[in-house]
């Protein structure tokens, strides 16, 4: 019995020495609406040290922030917004009903994740974004399925 219980502390052990995950806010202009986007590895941007565990990045009003070092949000993270004022800025997601509120929504990061990308806006302020972000043109005429079943599909 004593052997199981060293075992188990053994696989247990390497998890408590993992660092928290660290909490990210950001800090949006009052008023801003529009696309937000987090620069990273840029030499002149703000320096972040790593080894934080809370992080204040402050959106200027043009809505790119530059920072010097590694994308922190590639890792685990928390994070949070508001507004310069103090106010709380809601996070949108999937779920989110209200077509009239404001709302942080995170975009994703770009193809080589040196960019992170937040819409700050309602739902329909959304439209493009992502295209923009990757950096091709939205479908005018997007492909649709046909009601033909595929070949060898269960009918």
Not at 90 to 108: F, R
Not at 139 to 149: F, T, V
Request: charged share 20%.
């Amino acid at each position: 019995m004593r052997w199981l219980i060293i075992i188990c502390l053994m696989f247990a052990a390497p998890g408590c020495r993992e660092k928290a995950s660290p909490k990210i806010t950001l800090v949006i202009p009052d008023g801003f609406t529009g696309v937000a986007i987090l620069r990273w590895q840029q030499p002149q941007g703000v320096k972040l040290s790593p080894d934080q565990l809370a992080y204040s990045l402050e959106i200027p009003p043009s809505g790119v922030l530059a920072i010097q070092g590694a994308n922190l949000m590639l890792d685990w993270y928390v994070q949070d917004a508001r507004y310069a004022s103090g106010a709380a800025l809601p996070q949108g997601n999937q779920h989110t009903k209200d077509e009239e509120g404001v709302y942080l929504w995170d975009m994703g990061v770009n193809a080589d994740a040196s960019e992170s990308w937040y819409v700050v806006g309602r739902i329909r302020d959304l439209d493009g974004v992502r295209e923009r972000k990757m950096g091709v043109p939205p479908l005018s005429n997007p492909p649709r399925g046909n009601d033909k079943p595929l070949p060898n599909s269960p009918q």
